[in-house]
């Protein structure tokens, strides 16, 4: 007997045993649709943490987007005094954006067509779910995504 598991990618086979299913781990969208899907998430996270800056003084955004070559040009960072920082990084030559959290630590996500979001490689979830979650637990203000 296997002890209960609450996470939805586990999944029992036709033998009894549980097996776990992977979420994709390389993104399957085109180098064209990545630079657009990426730049409009990172906006999206911007402007959804500005409102939190202007009500907390223990909160400062850094928000950067400008050519493609330069490697820490694409970058959001939400420093939050109590915790520490969330950096938002586009890394344009492996299609994928990595979340750097003093929470949950670092994820890497690339961006699922079927479900028409951005997805952890490591268990499926939602880059803004869990940035939103933690930024809640330790800011006043929420965010507005």
Avoid at 50 to 72: A, G, R
Avoid at 98 to 118: D, H, R, V
Wanted: proline share 3%; with cysteine.
């Amino acid at each position: 007997m296997h002890p209960q598991h609450t996470r939805l990618h586990r999944l029992k086979s036709n033998d009894g045993n549980y097996k776990f299913s992977r979420p994709n781990r390389k993104s399957t969208i085109s180098t064209e649709q990545f630079l657009t899907k990426s730049r409009e998430l990172l906006n999206l996270l911007y402007f959804g943490v500005l409102e939190i800056e202007e009500i907390d003084d223990n909160v400062t955004v850094e928000y950067h987007l400008k050519s493609e070559n330069i490697k820490d040009d694409k970058i959001l960072n939400v420093h939050v005094e109590t915790i520490g920082s969330f950096q938002v990084l586009i890394d344009d030559k492996r299609n994928e954006i990595t979340l750097f959290s003093p929470l949950s630590f670092t994820n890497i996500y690339i961006y699922n067509e079927i479900a028409q979001e951005w997805k952890s490689t490591i268990d499926g979830h939602n880059i803004i779910e869990i940035f939103a979650r933690e930024l809640n637990d330790h800011c006043r203000g929420y965010p507005k995504f």
